[in-house]
């Protein structure tokens, strides 16, 4: 009977919201959460940082691939992550938005964000614009201001560099550049520009990728970028023996040894093999290192992150399911009530997954919270639109005669309306779970991880084994829940 539903449903919960394997700190020290921006320099900074941290006793999470400076900061403010490395002049420019320059002046403007720099890691990773030698030469293109003169001529940047006042926008007005721009990651950008998809392209100076592929750096001849010297960003409470460990890596990671780590992960080195190549070699963690372990974690690891991914969507969908059902029961007796309550559920759908989930990072930080709210928002339609024309099609006559044998509204509801709808509204339930285990793996872009971590991370190192660590078990997932679903509305509709 429908008793027999609703435990199956219980128990599809219960598996779905079971515990996680989260990190839990020692009892003599706190688990440090790391985090990192979208590119190879700032992952390999990022794990050397957390690898340093393992080795010396702390249990560390891993929040890489965020999505941007902005969301990172943020969640440093906010001490979702503790640490994370950027540059000085991205904290000055973008960020704080300060002209100060110097390193202490810098620093003395964080103090009010309760945040600081530690010492530079060696490091001056700026930015650069490159084009092919042969175009330029054609073209007699030696600076930037070369490029003024040439306004034909197709860019490609980031996101975030177009938008940036230390990027584009400041660039372009020193400049006075009118060149159309095609947004693409760094990594992306190379190889638009290699194939001629572009003519130019935004580069960083410690990229070994531009020497390998014998791109011509076009001089700054304005001077418009400032330094941007790499640090660990902190914030002020973060331990003393922490800021100590980190302080340790100060004047060690040149341009030159950045190229070199930069180009072994370019070569397809995994990122904490050369992390940890980099520590053993200054004798900052023993032989192996915390990378031993990491190394036999890898399927344990895409284990969890699957785990992630199933517990965001499922939450999302219970929660909405929750909320659905009831709010469509009640609304399927009052036809104009319900047109709006489904139209404002149907715009909200048309809300760009990313967009949403980034506009929700000043209200809930980043992390499960947010992106389980984002995917409840996108679960609402499908099980609200199903239970609504479900509740609207039961034929009358049933519920008359219903009344007519002495049922109360309670048991009408139950024993009638509710078993004949079910399967529509199941259907609805089926398909809010199908579409967000793809939604989920943006969750990645806000520290929630899932399976969008090795998807995002691919893509920001241009790696397309990477990307198929997440592609592959999240099209499996789907293909599995889907089949689950299948096979419970056949039980459940003998069931009932």
């Not at 490029?147 to 560099?161: I, Q, T, W, Y």
């Not at 304005?222 to 980190?246: G, S």
């Not at 029961?329 to 909200?348: C, D, E, M, N, Q």
């Amino acid at each position: 009977m429908l008793s027999k539903a609703l435990n199956g449903m219980i128990l599809f919960a219960f598996l779905v919201l079971s515990p996680l394997n989260f990190t839990q700190a020692s009892d003599d020290k706190p688990t440090i959460t790391v985090g990192s921006k979208r590119f190879s320099e700032n992952f390999i900074i990022a794990e050397i940082f957390a690898q340093l941290l393992e080795d010396n006793g702390y249990p560390v999470v891993r929040k890489f691939s965020m999505g941007g400076s902005v969301a990172a900061f943020y969640a440093l403010k906010t001490h979702e992550l503790d640490v994370y490395p950027d540059y000085s002049g991205t904290i000055a420019q973008s960020i704080i938005k300060t002209e100060v320059q110097d390193f202490v002046g810098i620093n003395q403007r964080l103090k009010k964000h309760n945040l600081e720099m530690l010492k530079p890691l060696g490091l001056n990773n700026s930015y650069s614009l490159v084009m092919k030698p042969e175009l330029a030469n054609e073209l007699g293109i030696e600076t930037i201001s070369d490029l003024k003169d040439h306004p034909e001529l197709r860019g490609a940047v980031s996101f975030e560099f177009q938008e940036r006042t230390d990027g584009w926008q400041g660039l372009k007005k020193l400049y006075s550049l009118k060149n159309p721009l095609t947004n693409l990651d760094v990594p992306l950008n190379y190889e638009a520009l290699r194939n001629d998809r572009v003519d130019f392209a935004e580069a960083y100076t410690t990229e070994p990728l531009v020497e390998k592929y014998n791109f011509k750096v076009l001089e700054d001849n304005e001077k418009f970028f400032p330094k941007y010297l790499a640090v660990p960003l902190v914030h002020d409470q973060i331990p003393t023996e922490v800021r100590k460990l980190l302080n340790s890596l100060a004047g060690r990671i040149d341009d030159q040894r950045i190229r070199k780590l930069t180009g072994m992960v370019n070569d397809g080195k995994p990122i904490p093999f050369v992390a940890n190549k980099f520590l053993t070699e200054d004798g900052l963690v023993s032989e192996g290192g915390s990378y031993s372990a990491t190394k036999s974690i890898q399927w344990s690891r895409m284990l969890t992150q699957t785990k992630n991914h199933l517990f965001l969507t499922g939450l999302a969908v219970l929660l909405a399911t929750l909320v659905a059902v009831p709010l469509a029961t009640v609304i399927s007796g009052r036809a104009t009530f319900s047109k709006y309550v489904l139209g404002f559920t149907g715009v909200l759908q048309t809300i760009p997954s990313i967009a949403l989930l980034t506009f929700m990072i000043p209200f809930f930080g980043i992390g499960f919270t947010p992106a389980i709210i984002g995917l409840f928002i996108y679960s609402l339609l499908p099980i609200l639109r199903n239970t609504h024309t479900a509740m609207t099609s039961i034929d009358p006559r049933l519920i008359t005669s219903a009344k007519g044998i002495g049922l109360y509204p309670f048991e009408i509801f139950f024993s009638v309306k509710l078993p004949l709808a079910f399967p529509t509204i199941m259907a609805g339930i089926r398909t809010a779970t199908i579409l967000n285990i793809g939604t989920a793996t943006l969750a990645a872009f806000i520290g929630a991880g899932g399976l969008g971590v090795p998807i995002v991370t691919g893509l920001a190192l241009n790696d397309t084994n990477m990307v198929l660590q997440g592609a592959i078990p999240a099209a499996l997932l789907a293909i599995l829940v889907d089949f689950l679903f299948s096979m419970a509305d056949r039980y459940f509709t003998k069931a009932i």
